[in-house]
């Protein structure tokens, strides 16, 4: 038994120093052997029975903690607000000090000299505005003047071509036991008259006539067309030879006037008109011995141009 235990024991020594050996030397490179795919094979599953609904156990009452002491202490200590914790900063240097100084001196120029550039620019186009609205100033005054001027030169040509028409003469003579007193019309203008209507009327009257008198016209006024540089004799009056006597003996004074109204060929002129009015001064001995003279009398001797009542046109 000893001698077998102890060829075991060799036998174990021998195998232990074979093996380091062996671990010790390079091992040969395997041979590397290419893997061979096998056809898979789709494993067939057999069926398996179905498990058996296993009895649900009844869940077990989680047990609740005890409530400890410091709970409410907890807490209260949460619901409080969070201590406010200030941070000092470390102070700085000398050259941070100076670096900082000079940083703001150079922002505080630099805003300097922008204001004052601001007020330049805001300078400047208060300025502009002034030029501009003066040069508008003297541009409306100019266009002003322009218009003033055309409507002066166009106001002169019209007046200078317009039908004109006056009284150019007032000739009288003997119609039985009348006297026929005979205005001549005329028309000075280089345009022909528009709608022109001439009435005239006679009165004897004691003395002057009133500041008030009425010089009204009991016949409907004649109408006629007169050309450009033409002449007509419209507006015959008779007066009875009795009346002419009472002015012999000075007794009456006979009055003789007329007013003749018109429109020029001139679009947008207003109508125009001109009235007259003549005494009658006269001498000798009726019938056949008789001398008579006009002469204008009182304010009734005027045009539209005197502008001192408004144009009354009578109805056509």
């Not at 789709?42 to 009895?55: F, G, I, T």
Request: glycine residues 6%.
């Amino acid at each position: 038994m000893a001698l077998v235990v102890a060829a075991d024991g060799g036998a174990q020594a021998q195998r232990l120093q074979r093996g380091q050996q062996q671990r010790s030397l390079p091992l040969p490179p395997e041979p590397q052997v290419e893997p061979q795919v096998e056809p898979q094979v789709e494993p067939q599953v057999e069926p398996q029975p179905e498990p058996q609904a296993q009895p649900q156990a009844q869940p077990q009452p989680v047990p609740q903690p005890a409530a400890s002491p410091s709970a409410p202490v907890e807490r209260r200590a949460a619901e409080q607000a969070p201590i406010p914790v200030q941070v000092v900063t470390a102070p700085k240097s000398e050259q941070e000090l100076a670096a900082e100084r000079q940083d703001r001196e150079q922002r505080s120029a630099l805003e300097t000299k922008l204001l004052v550039f601001a007020g330049l620019l805001i300078a400047v186009g208060f300025f502009q505005f002034i030029a501009f609205a003066v040069q508008g100033l003297y541009l409306w005054l100019a266009l002003r003047a322009m218009q003033r001027s055309a409507q002066l030169a166009e106001r002169n040509m019209a007046l200078a071509q317009r039908a004109f028409i006056y009284v150019g003469s007032l000739a009288w003579s003997a119609a039985g036991p009348n006297i026929k007193l005979s205005p001549t019309w005329e028309n000075s203008g280089a345009t022909p008259t528009r709608g022109l209507r001439i009435s005239t009327n006679w009165r004897s009257w004691h003395g002057d006539l009133p500041s008030d008198f009425v010089f009204n016209y009991v016949r409907a006024p004649d109408r006629l067309f007169l050309g450009p540089k033409a002449r007509a004799e419209v507006g015959s009056a008779l007066i009875p030879m009795r009346d002419v006597q009472a002015a012999i003996e000075q007794r009456v004074h006979l009055y003789f006037w007329g007013r003749a109204t018109y429109e020029d060929v001139f679009e947008g002129s207003e109508p125009h008109f001109i009235e007259f009015c003549y005494r009658l001064d006269v001498a000798g001995a009726a019938p056949d011995a008789v001398a008579l003279t006009f002469t204008h009398y009182g304010s009734h001797n005027r045009t539209d141009e005197d502008r001192q009542r408004p144009v009354a046109l009578e109805p056509r």
